[in-house]
């Protein structure tokens, strides 16, 4: 069975702080993906990382994809309120094939106080 | 414009009720699925439908049972309603085969209470 650990599963911090969020697993995974949810509403798609070792950002955000494809990291540079919310990681299995399968990580919840 | 849509937002209901929740996408996307998320917002995949067909049924008991009608619509009915049902129900689309993809777009969830 693939599992996908992620941690912190809580994270209170400052405005203007740094934080970085860790999803890591045993399995490899074909491509990982990280969303966003906010109360009230569904999961939104922020990044799809596919290749080992791949850097992408988003303004203040940095997604990594470890070499093995079995970890990713989410690093956020001077955090502010509206980056509160949860953030889910979730992995495509390399034997998911055509069915689009996704195994989340049991989320990190974030609080950015003022 | 709505991209995903599911109805009700709420459903609030009384153990042993059947009930229904219905999902519908326009991004024309050809897989379809069913989440739940519980109280500790930890988010499980129930059920997959490409082009109509189950391709993920993931031991979810059986008195949930998804349709299909067709591409862009997978509804949820739910026999015979416990207590352990309780929880946020996602309705997702994606195109799935795309190596490497597999992006999914969520509705913003059903939340059913039962009592």
């Known amino acids: 069975t693939q599992l996908l650990e992620q941690s912190p599963q809580f994270l209170s911090i400052q405005e203007g702080e740094n934080l970085t969020v860790y999803c890591n697993s045993s399995s490899v995974f074909s491509s990982l993906q990280w969303y966003r949810q906010e109360p009230g509403e569904g999961p939104v798609l922020l990044v799809t990382?596919?290749?080992?070792?791949e850097v992408k950002k988003l303004k203040r955000l940095t997604f990594q994809f470890g070499d093995a494809r079995k970890d990713s990291s989410l690093h956020i540079t001077a955090a502010q309120p509206g980056d509160t919310g949860l953030y889910l990681c979730?992995?495509?299995?390399?034997?998911?094939?055509?069915?689009?399968?996704?195994?989340f990580g049991q989320g990190t919840t974030l609080q950015v106080k003022p | 414009d709505t991209a995903v849509s599911q109805t009700p937002k709420y459903l609030v209901t009384q153990m042993g009720n059947d009930k229904s929740i219905k999902c519908e996408q326009n991004?024309?996307?050809?897989?379809m699925y069913w989440y739940k998320q519980d109280s500790k917002k930890f988010l499980k995949i129930m059920f997959s439908?490409?082009?109509?067909?189950?391709?993920i049924n993931e031991t979810v008991p059986n008195r949930f049972s998804p349709k299909s009608p067709d591409k862009a619509h997978l509804n949820l009915h739910i026999n015979s309603l416990e207590l352990g049902d309780s929880a946020v129900y996602f309705c997702?689309?994606?195109?799935?085969?795309?190596?490497?993809?597999?992006?999914?777009?969520f509705g913003p969830g059903t939340r059913l209470t039962v009592t």
């Open positions: 439908y490409n082009n109509k067909e189950l391709i």
């Open positions: 991004l024309g996307h050809d897989t």
């Open positions: 979730a992995g495509q299995g390399l034997g998911s094939g055509n069915t689009g399968k996704l195994i």
């Open positions: 997702a689309s994606s195109h799935a085969g795309r190596q490497g993809a597999g992006e999914q777009y």
């Open positions: 990382v596919v290749t080992g070792g």
